[in-house]
């Protein structure tokens, strides 16, 4: 089994009307053996920006901690909020750092501008090559599942209750074909005035 | 068309999805139990091939004769293949003997086809069933070719999970219900842990009247601790 199947994940981002949404699996397993329904895969860095981290567990974690870390230093600095596509790059220079021994994440990278609110999502592979996209971005173990049920039901500026249904859809959909992601799930909608937050109820197997 | 592409490309090259060349595997939870009046076998329904769930309602308790049936785990082509097999030779003993054929027998030539074959085959398999002369019996025909009779039985991947549970709460002599109840749970808790395990539970209890089937929906089966 490859070091990204080690221990499972599926992230979806897609963009809505004025919105984005975020959503992750909560599983944690070590291959076919699941260890735990609590695994935080998803991340915020600022009020309007998240980073979702599909992977290797450790490097999830590391990751994200360096993340915030460097995020931190840079709005106190600069004294502002990092605009979505500023942490895209720098998501993208700290993975190619590790250029011949990479940290094993998929990251995916949604939120809103701080000034403008447009919205903004991206991934890039392992080493830190972005791809950006208009409507959706997918990562994990069940990409391929994840991306039919996204290119189906994906519609552009929907509302964000219609975003939120679509993604969990999308999420609930393509992990109940992957043996290796689900049991649980959690959706996050940023829109400009605040992020709702909300657990799915997903089936446990 | 995918098996051009199967083979094309290097098994387990990176332009591929594993999926592609993955063999098909019940990842699996399998069990079986003798009480008084017969057997009761339950298994999940969950096909994998590598991390994908090709079948999530797989019937992986397969008719051997209407009074013998078995619980299959491993590849899904050998099992299914040695089934028939198996269903093949007791069809003409059941004709030798003008009467219906022993459990043992059935159980006995599930062993000659794993144990001679073993190099070949990725099978575990359960031979569960009811006969007039010996009543409700279980055997246990693991990867290998070993043949044992028990009065509970689990195999597959999520069976792991199931030692602790079973050591610990077993007792013979159960009633027809406290044994389906028994087997849900048991299968129930394989279904959470195991990633190769999932989907509906499918229960059946074979006794003198032939088989009964019961089928528990995800969201009905026991609910045990989700920490």
Redesign the interface.
Known sequence: MSIMEYNGAAIVAMIGKDCVAIAADKRLGVQSQTVSFNFKKIFQMNDKLFVGLPGLATDVQTVANKLKFNLNMYQLRENRQMKPRTFMHMVSNTLYTRRFGPYFVEPIVAGLDPLTNEPYIATMDLIGCPMETKDFVVGGTCTEQLYGMCESLWNPDMEPDDLFETISQSLLNAVDRDALSGWGAVVHIIEKDKVTTRDLKARMD | MMQHNAMAFNSGSDLL??WMSAEHST?TTIMAVEFSEGVVIAA?S?T?TG???AN?VTDKLTRVTDNIYCCRSGSAADTQAITDIVSYHMNFHKMELDEDPEVRHAAKIFQDLCYNYREQLSAGIICAGWDKKAGGQVYSIPIGGMLMRQPVCIGG?GSTYLYGHIDATFKENMTKDECMQYCANAIALA?????????ICRLACITKDGIERKTIL?QDLPKFF??
């Open positions: 999805p594993d990842g999940d969950r994998t991390s994908y769930i999530r991947s279904i959470f842990r195991d990633g190769s395990s999932g989907g995800h989700e920490g």
